[in-house]
């Protein structure tokens, strides 16, 4: 099992490390946290990625930002 670094998703998607982590903040890629480092499993970021990646649709519309 391999794991991605934001720094890694954000190249491999051509965006920020910010945006990447506001995406992850979302919940819309699906990520583990140890401790304050923050990484998304290689195969579930593709599925993700091939699936062309989750809409808001999901996320509960009465919870506050």
Same mark, same amino acid.
């Given at each position: 099992m391999k794991f991605l670094t934001v720094t890694e998703m954000a190249e491999? @998607?051509?965006m920020t490390t910010?945006?990447?982590y506001e995406v992850l903040r979302l919940g819309l890629i699906p990520a583990v946290?140890?401790?304050r480092q923050v990484r998304v499993e290689?195969? *579930?970021f593709k599925d993700w990625v091939a699936k062309g990646?989750?809409?808001? *649709?999901h @996320?509960?519309?009465t919870r506050a930002s």
């Open positions: 491999t @998607l051509g910010g945006r990447v946290r140890i401790g290689e195969q *579930a990646g989750q809409t808001y *649709a @996320l509960d519309k």
